[in-house]
């Protein structure tokens, strides 16, 4: 398996019911395993409703999938391999970013192109919606070190921020606007992104993969080569608390609904579920067959699935069964 970029999106859908879930009960029959690309999966993302899934992958490709039947509506070629790929939270685009340094942007019903939006130089490894849909974030690769922000409804690019030294591998926005990127320079930003300002997280010694908001954009997670995830105040920057998660680089994070737990997963060939303030390993699931590039909750129909995938070229979906305090 190829493994040229070895980092992953990690999606969190918005919107889950209150409660907790107990790993102890669990549905086997209904894991549901979605095959059809021919490389690695590096980036699952679902629409706002939860119907549609969307997978990017080194094979230069997208598929989008109908969730409840598990088949594929529709296959998006791209010219390179595709690292990310992404529904804004209204539902209305579909963006994707690729190895040959474009972001493209898809009706999101349709699927049909919309247009290309071009400025980076090399590969774009990670992309970004605002919470109202209005701004696509998008990083560069080892070429590039730049973040660049873009209006949706015209395509232009009204925001360059530069700071990083080395290829951004994880972007993301909070629920309340608030801008974060993670970079192969070891260091995680937090922007005021329409006046360029940045607050630099330093702690990682090795590169840093994805960042993460919690739900209420409280806290940020960021997952490293270093093995480690940490978990920093997104209002001050203060460093929280570091979970040593295991012996392999871990590539991707996510949190819960309710923002108590962590999903966690890289090299290791496994998933791990953390109740991540109080440093408790709540589940290890070992099924993968190689390294998972990306994980995170996905809730339809009163249901809540815990999905990945990877190297193994699949998509994973295993229930939980949320019990309601």
């Not at 801008?179 to 995680?188: I, M, R």
């Amino acid at each position: 398996m190829k493994t040229t970029w070895p980092i992953v999106l990690v999606i969190m859908l918005q919107g889950l019911v209150s409660g907790t879930t107990s790993w102890l009960h669990s549905e086997p029959a209904a894991n549901r395993v979605l095959t059809h690309h021919r490389d690695n999966i590096y980036s699952i993302a679902a629409s706002p409703d939860g119907r549609w899934l969307v997978s990017a992958s080194e094979d230069m490709t997208v598929c989008v999938w109908d969730w409840p039947t598990g088949k594929v509506m529709a296959r998006l070629e791209h010219d390179g391999p595709v690292y990310e790929a992404s529904f804004s939270p209204d539902g209305r685009w579909l963006a994707t970013a690729d190895g040959d340094g474009k972001v493209h942007l898809f009706d999101g019903r349709s699927l049909l192109r919309v247009r290309c939006l071009e400025g980076h130089t090399g590969p774009v490894y990670a992309l970004a919606f605002s919470p109202d849909s209005r701004w696509l974030a998008t990083g560069g690769g080892e070429k590039d070190h730049a973040c660049r922000v873009w209006e949706v409804s015209t395509g232009k690019s009204v925001q360059t921020l530069l700071g990083h030294q080395d290829a951004i591998y994880g972007v993301a926005f909070g629920a309340n606007g608030q801008l974060a990127t993670a970079s192969g320079d070891k260091t995680v930003r937090l922007w005021d992104w329409r006046h360029g300002k940045a607050q630099v997280l330093q702690g990682h010694t090795s590169y840093v993969y994805r960042c993460r908001f919690s739900p209420d954009a409280r806290h940020l997670a960021t997952a490293s080569h270093d093995r480690t995830v940490r978990i920093w105040e997104s209002g001050t920057g203060k460093l929280l608390r570091t979970l040593q998660i295991s012996k392999q680089p871990v590539y991707a994070v996510a949190f819960s609904g309710d923002g108590k737990w962590l999903a966690c997963a890289g090299e290791e060939h496994a998933v791990r579920i953390w109740d991540w303030q109080n440093d408790a390993l709540l589940k290890l699931l070992t099924g993968p067959k190689d390294a998972v590039y990306a994980v995170g909750w996905l809730h339809l129909d009163g249901r809540e699935y815990l999905v990945y995938g990877g190297g193994e070229m699949r998509i994973h979906a295993a229930p939980a069964v949320r019990a309601t305090k």
